[in-house]
Antibody, heavy 122, light 108 residues
């Protein structure tokens, strides 16, 4: 069965960086895009970007461009999201989510990680 | 960017009743690439509907989606106690992918 298991909660100071991992199993890791979505307290879900694990190609939300970096390790079937220059507004639960369609088609997010709470304190 | 607006913000109903949730897009969602997710407190979202009207694997048939263009609806025919949660619509054809602000379905 498909599973996405994320790393544990993190606490950072303003200006620092954080890196969250997402380990995939139960499907071909290199055949589907992996998206990152965050949810600040009481806010709607916000798409951050996606990565093609097969070749490392990425696409980022314009609002986070320059601060977010998505990478992948095919040997470990693991994706990573690094967010830099953290500010209080970045306090949120961060999710990885598998695209439901193979590359070349648009897919909804059919499986999600359990979420990682990142807290940014000043 | 496609802005998705959901209504109502909160829907208060009793088990056994029918729920109708709305999602309106600021521009047409081509190909009806519109999904619905259910989220319970402290949990990740769960895919219910994709392609505006196709049920995801394992989703009960009391959940149905309809609509096209800019107006979409999620209907829950007979509410079960486990259906009381938050619901989000999501368009996945345009970049950036966007979500609605959510509808809270609560027990009356």
């Amino acid at each position: 069965q498909v599973q996405l298991v994320q790393s544990g909660a993190e606490v950072r100071k303003s200006g620092a960086s954080v890196k969250v991992s997402c380990k995939a199993s139960g499907y071909s890791f290199t055949s589907y895009a992996l998206h990152w979505v965050r949810q600040a307290p009481g806010q709607r879900l916000e798409w951050m970007g996606w990565i093609n694990p097969a070749n490392g190609n990425t696409k980022y939300s314009q609002t986070l461009q320059g601060r977010v970096t998505l990478t992948g390790d095919t040997s470990a079937s693991t994706a990573y999201m690094e967010l830099s220059s953290l500010r209080s507004e970045d306090t949120a639960v961060y999710y990885c989510a598998k695209d439901g369609a193979v590359f070349g088609a648009a897919g909804s997010f059919d499986f999600w990680g359990q979420g990682t709470l990142v807290t940014v304190s000043s | 960017e496609i802005v998705l607006t959901q209504s109502p913000g909160t829907l208060s109903l009793s088990p056994g009743e029918r729920a109708t949730l709305s999602c309106r897009a600021s521009q047409s969602v081509s190909g009806n690439y519109l999904a619905w997710y259910q989220q319970k407190r402290g949990q990740a979202p769960r895919l219910l509907i994709y392609g505006a009207s196709s049920r995801a694997t394992g989703i009960p048939d009391r959940f149905s989606g309809s609509g096209s263009g800019t107006d979409f609806t999620l209907t829950i025919s007979r509410l079960e106690p486990e259906d009381f949660a938050f619901y989000y619509c999501h368009q996945y054809i345009n970049s950036p992918r966007t979500f609605g602000q959510g509808t809270k379905l609560e027990i009356k």
